[in-house]
């Protein structure tokens, strides 16, 4: 027998038949039957279960027992009631959750508008709380395991801007840039186009190999990509509808060649923090406002001051607790068009 609440079941019925106007006997027979299969017992007052999500702002009352369920009208916390954890960090349209995303049972269902992230590299950096040097097989393991679960919780319309570097050469010269990319599609990711990130200030010119010989040279090139990926359909036909992008902003975003600085370890208190340059620019391309938009791997949490500082709503996550802390501290800091 299953472990499901009245609840639960009611808010299931309303999504297998969204923005549909339903009569109040429709859902109570749908419901008696399905939590009697379900669980054995019987479900004593339907009607009051839906009365209650009406008041929770879940439903929208049409009529006299006519209500009707629209996902892209619901609230943002009727939208997030289905984390099955405990929140690290909410304020307004920020919410963080400490936990790791291979867990596929940190959220029931599909939330995300856009995924703006950057994974771990497996670079050997210190990160407090992840191994970041796996096998290259355990890290594309691990990458598959984190896209599947991005995937399960995303919306149809989704897009998930990956990024990656193009490729490694400590511990092994590896193409991770298309290797990622592969993965990503393999586990159901549509592939939009790839943009090349020209990391102005990045400091990587230090090994030559074979200096001017031809024996053994090292080519570096100091890219990193940022994958464009989408779930089911490229047009996107939900949300507001609001784009908030200047003529000027467009014209350069849409040239898949962006040129800005890295951001500074020091400066953020964080191994490997993105620029908010990166996801300013893929928040205002690819999503509406009020979208929701998911940082898996929050670290300092720049995906999501940005998110919220361009009227989005933002979700994160980070496995580390005190990156949980500093991201907090930073979107309490730096938050300044909270809606
Ligand atoms: C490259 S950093 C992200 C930095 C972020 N973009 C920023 O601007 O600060 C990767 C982050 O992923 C977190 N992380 C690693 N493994 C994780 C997992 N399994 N689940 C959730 N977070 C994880 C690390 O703690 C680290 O903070």
Redesign the pocket.
Known sequence: MENITQKEIVIEFFEKNPKRDIQHSEVADWVAAEYQNRTGDVFSDPRAQVRKLHQAGILIKVGAGIYKYDPDLVGFESKLGFANKQEYFRDKNVVLYHG???DHRLFKKQFIDLIVT???YNVGID????DDELSYHQYLEFSEK?MTNCYKWSNTQARFLLNIPLDKNKGGNRSVGSDLTKISQDVGWKYHSTIVWNEGNISRRTAWGSWMKASAPFVIAPVELIVVLYKDEWKKTNGSKISDITRAEFMEYTNGLWAFNGESKKR?G?P???PKELPYRAIKLFSYQDDVVF?????????LIVAANTKRRAVG????ES?CGLARDRIMGEIDALL
């Open positions: 790791d995303v291979l950057s994974p771990p990160y407090n709380s992840n984190w953020i964080h490997a923090p993105f940082d898996p791997f929050t670290g300092s949490g720049t995906t996550l980070d496995i580390d990156y």
